[in-house]
Each structure stands twice: as C-alpha cells, then as structure tokens.
C-alpha cells in the first residue's frame, strides 16, 4: 500500500496537472516523468535482439495459437516480429512483458495488444474494442481507426491512432498518454484519473465525464463537458509537451497547439485529496 | 450479447444468402441460440411472397411446447381457407419444413387486413410479407439454419441478419430476428441491445393498434419504425426518432426493399463496424463479419454515437 503524503515541492509532473499526491515508501506504481522515459521500458524475461526479425502468417491460426508463437519466438531472440493477415481477429499480441518490435500487416479485432508491459507495436490497420486495455509501458501506433474503449485503463506508455476512435476513449485511464489524429467518440476519458489525452479532430459528447484528474487536450470542437469536467488554462509548458510529443508520435505535424482546449477534473464530484488520510487509505 | 451483420450491393447483385451466412457465422461466439436472415432477392416485383410458420421448432435447445404435426396441418388448412376469402391466390407453395412455409401470392389489397386475417389462427406468425423480401429464422447457428432452408444460393441486393443468444425472452423463432415491419411491406430489422422502456412503448403502440407476436424487446423497434412510416414519416425521419423514443442500448439495422440503414444510441454502447464503398456497404458487431466477405485490407471505421446511416441500392 503507498503511503500518501502531500509535499510543497512539486514535481514536473504534478506541476503539468498530472497528478496531485506524491508515493513515497515501498511502491510499484510509477507516474510518468518525461525526464525518465527509460524507466518506462520494462525488461521482461526474454533476452530479445532487435535486429534478429522474423515473419509469421496468422490466417489460419486461432489467437492463442499465434500469441504462443509469438511467445516462442520471443524466447528464441526475435526482437522484431512482423505479423502477416490478422484479418481482424480478436486478442492477438496480448500480454507481452518484454521489450519487442511487433509489427501488424492488417487490422485486428477487439482487445489487440491487451495488458503489455514494454513493446513498440505498429498495426498498419484498423483495430477493434479495447485496443491496449491495460497496457502498462511501451508504444502502440495504429495507422487506420479505432474502435471504442481504446486505451481502456491503460496505465503507462503511448497510444497513438492516426485515424478516428469510437466511444470511451480512455475510460478509466490511469497514466500513459493517449494521442488521437482524427476524431474521437462520446464520453472520451469517462472516469480517467490521470495520464493525458491528445485528440487532434472532434471529441463527442460528455467529454470527461467524472474524471478524477488527468488532462485531456482537443484541437477541434468539442461535443459537451461532462460531469465535473472543466476547461483550464493552456500554459506555455502544455505546449512545450504537446509539441514534443506530437513530434515523436510523428503526427499533426505542424498542427497549432496554441489552440487547443485543455480539460481537466473540477474536482467537485469526485475528489479523494480532499479526504482524511484515514479516509484516503479506505478508499484506496 | 448477439451479433448483427449486413450488407448492401449498390447497382449490383450477389449471393447475399451465402455472404450473410458467412458474416453471421464469424460472429457466433456471439450467440448462436437462434440465427435469422432477411434476404432482398431478386424478383419481378408482380407477386407477394409470405414466409410464415404454423408452429414452433422444437428441437435445439427450445423453450417451446412440443405439438404434434397434425396441429400443423389443421393450421394450414385454416391459412389457406382464409387466404381464399382474402382473395388472395397462391401462386406458389413451399412447405420447407413442417412448422415452416413460402408462399407466393397474387394479392392487391390492404396488408394491415391481410395479415391480422392470417395471424388469428393460433400458433400462425407471418415472418415476412414483401416483394423482395424473404426473412428466414430458426434455431440454431448461421450455418445450420442456411443448410436448413438452402439459403446459400439466393441471389439479391442486400441482407441483414442476426445471431441471438437469447437474454431477454426464450429461445424460439417467434423471439428470433429479423422482425418484420408490419404491416408494411418488404421492411425488416435486426437489433443488438437492450431496450429499457420495452414496456412503457409498447403499451402506447399497442393501443394505437399495433401488433406485437413476441415479448422480444428487439421488435419494438420494428413496431416503432412502422408506426411512425404509417403516420407519414420517412425511414430515415423514424429511425432519428427511435434515437430519444428509445431508451438503452443498441445498435439496430432496418432494411426496406431499396435500402439499408443503421442507428447506434446516443451512447455509443453497442458495437458496429462499418465498410462503405461505392458499390458495396457491410457492417457488422465485428470486424472479423466483415472479413468473410473481405478478406483483403480494407478502410473501416466505427459509426459514432447517435449515428442514421442510410444507402440505396
């Protein structure tokens, strides 16, 4: 259990709305610090080498079947595994605790590259439902759309879609940065409690609706704010971040972020810093 | 949780009973208590064809009481008597299975009287009334019911079809999709969702005159459709309405016998994927329908929330 205790000092992090309360003690969980990015690289069991890459043809394989090859190969020093005609089919590239190139030659279905820990993957398609749930470190690029609940409690690590994304972007987000190229459907970032979501395009309706912190940036219109979301100042910092990370995800280039809206938590409907640190420890 | 699937050739025709059989197949995972089909076939457009059954099937996992095929027979009979003082003439006639049967029909007069004339003989449901239309439902997956009714080599533009598993009523053909839109012809639908004020609009409907065969939440919407297309409003106008009239979750699709459309809840909270070209739209409650027909890479893309989608052929 994290023992939370408020600091004066703060961090980047919490300086940039990322979150408000400071771990100290023994603890596993992370937050993101940009000067740290390193350490969201999780080395798993498998000693993989990059530059040993391998080619697999799912079509006539069943998911469990072609996440065990996978598995396999890593355990054999592939570092950089291409994925031939996944023709949407579900749960492909789940749980990978390792670090891996993995790249997709098509589209996949619902859950896709669920609860990882360290992989960059690029999926030169569309993907389903729940695109990434849980996703705790590494590097998700999808090139088409995405489906609803994409990044659903992702907890670290980047999540890019270049195209448009369902409902629910980033329901329950715990950490990591989503970024969406095009648009993005109603209640995106229901319930998120930190981490950050950049949407180039549109968002829907009841954007944010109940977040209990986080921040979430639109470059378009904004269908409505949900329950407790609020809009806050972009400071010169947002934009600094928004910039680099925009440049390394390789989209919106030359997009004006000046303009964008930030939206954050107003803290009213949800707020568990302004509980009792007794109270704190039974919520959590 | 069920799955839907449909597609539309645009200027074109194809096996839509083999490429629907396909799509629902791949989305049996998603219950396979019942599957039905509403195909568009191509006909000369003189003669009505009624797809209707005279009793239930009773094998494969049903909730329906077992009646003896006699009962069948004697229904028949009635149907058939009755389609005589209607004037109506049977041109053709199919009896697939014994609870089961096709009708061609010459027939020029008011459907709402027609059909509730047919439907008064108990245990009689007409699945489908239409010129193009022929909706096929039964126990069991996609591809077992294709088999049943050899479905795989109907030509037509379009189809939409569903893969049940049942939640919110049992597991016979009357709760199975596609409904009809009755009384008007040649309208069918498919829904995937729950339907939350099921009771409070079918009170109203029914006082209105509407007829409901099922406790299926799903038929509502039929019902809601045609009652608003009998009131003077176009698919299109009836289908933005049902997104406020009706509360829950769904994702529908309704077909009439020169178009397709699709409605999504104002929260997005069932599952659609969509391909649109210009000769050819499908979509189904997963990507992976869609692929049976398309096995190639293709551009697809979820409809957002509150989404009216409609296509002509």
Known sequence: MANLKTSEKKT?????????????????????????????????????????????????????????????????????????????????????????????????????????????????????????????????????????CFGAAIRGGDLICKGSVGARTGIDQKGGTIIIGGDAGAFTGFMMQRGRIIILGDVGINLGDSMYDGTIFVGGKIGSFGSDAVEAELTDSDQDWLRRKLKVAEIGENFDVSKMT???????LWNYDALEPTEKKGAI | MCGIAGLIHRGNTSKVGFELQGMLQALKHRGEDSTGYALYGKTDGQNFIMRFKVGENVGEGSTSIMEDVSVYDERKKIVDGYLSDLEAKIIKEERILPYSLRYEIEYDKDLMEFSQKIESVPGVEILSMG???????????????????????????????????????????????PFWGYPFSDVSVVHNGQLTNYWNNRRVLENKGMRFMSECDSELIAVYLAEKMRNGATLEEGMKESLTGLDGVFTYFVATKDSLGMAKDTMAAKPLVLYESDDLVAMGSEEIAIRSVLPQEIETYDPFDGEVKVWQI
């Open chain 1, 262 to 268: 930030k939206v954050v938590a107003g803290k009213k």
């Open chain 2, 131 to 177: 010129k193009s239309l022929e909706v096929i439902k039964d126990l069991g997956n996609a591809e077992a019911v294709c088999k049943r009714y050899n479905l795989d080599k109907l030509v037509g533009t379009h189809a939409i079809g569903h893969a049940r598993m049942a939640t919110e009523s049992g597991v016979d053909i009357k709760s199975a999709h």
């Open chain 1, 12 to 148: 980047k992090a919490q300086s940039m709305g990322l979150h408000s309360e400071v771990l100290t003690g023994k603890t596993q969980q992370k937050f993101f610090n940009p000067d740290e990015a390193e350490n969201f690289y999780y080395f798993g069991t498998y000693d993989v080498d990059f530059n040993k890459r391998t080619e697999i043809d799912v079509k006539n394989m069943e998911c469990r079947e072609a996440n065990k090859k996978i598995d396999e190969l890593m355990k054999d020093g592939y570092g950089t595994i291409v994925i031939k005609n996944p023709q949407g089919k579900h749960s492909l590239g789940v749980g990978i605790l390792n670090k891996l190139n993995l790249i997709f030659e098509g589209s996949l279905g619902y859950f896709g590259c669920g609860s990882m820990d360290g992989p960059i993957v690029r999926i030169n398609g569309r993907v389903g439902w729940s695109c990434a749930e849980n996703m705790m470190a590494g590097k998700v690029v999808i090139e088409k759309n995405a489906g609803s």
